[in-house]
């Protein structure tokens, strides 16, 4: 079993729609949570980064993390055909930034 | 204000050739990290560097890899005598400070390696 797990998608919604992405872990020693996006051919850009559990809003992202369930969402309002990119959760246990990725989920957003 | 810079972007290797990918950090950064990603995989950590200190090498194959970071000059991630499981995206990620827990790490475009 991998230590995180995500849905690979891919995932195909009309311009306007709340996307929801999701992230499940075995490791309880998690305790930093981050969503990356990666575009095509590109390196990943940090969106989001929340420690420990509870909510963080940033424009039209949220990043949902509940540890007792080990499971962190990512949700996407108003989506824009420029939100399409895999979304790639990434936590670590602390000490560093050595991150453990999951395998990332291919959106695309359609006009 | 330059990100970091991975080169070359594409690399070409015949198996038992070596491949040299070199990467400098953004301006002000001193820490240097290795991710390998394969198809159908997500990013996985090889080795954390400091100028002239391997921090964490856990991720990296007991053999026929390697990682520098000298006091002057790019990092490079060697890999000797390359088989065809070694095909893959490189991405190299520099951070101001290592052990911030931020997250907050910068990542290069990448060099992918396809091994003939």
């Known amino acids: 079993q991998k230590e995180v797990e995500q849905d690979p998608g891919p995932l195909s919604v009309p311009e306007g729609a709340i996307v929801s992405l999701n992230c499940t872990y075995s490791n309880s020693a998690f305790q930093y949570f981050m969503w990356y996006r990666q575009y095509s051919r590109k390196g990943p850009e940090l969106l989001m980064y929340t420690y420990s559990s509870g909510n963080k809003e940033d424009g039209r992202f949220t990043a949902q993390v509940d540890k007792s369930s080990k499971y962190i969402s990512l949700f996407i309002r108003d989506s824009q055909p420029s939100d399409s990119a895999t979304y790639l959760c990434a936590m670590s246990t602390g000490g560093g930034n050595k991150l453990t990725f999951g395998t990332g989920t291919q959106l695309k957003v359609e006009l | 204000n330059a990100g970091v810079m991975q080169n070359p972007r594409h690399l070409v290797r015949r198996r038992g050739q070596e491949a040299r990918l070199r990467c400098s950090p953004m301006k002000g950064h001193s820490h240097v990290y290795w991710y390998r990603q394969l198809p159908e995989e997500g990013l996985k950590f090889m080795v954390y560097?400091?100028?002239?200190?391997?921090?964490?090498e856990s991720g990296m194959p007991k053999e026929r890899f390697s990682a520098e970071f000298p006091k002057e000059g790019p990092s490079i991630l060697r890999i000797q005598q390359v088989v065809r499981g070694d095909s893959a995206a490189y991405f190299c990620?520099?951070?101001?400070?290592?052990?911030?827990?931020?997250?907050?790490?910068?990542f290069g475009e990448g060099s992918r390696l396809t091994v003939l």
């Open positions: 560097l400091q100028k002239e200190n391997i921090i964490d």
């Open positions: 990620a520099s951070s101001p400070i290592g052990g911030t827990n931020t997250g907050e790490l910068f």
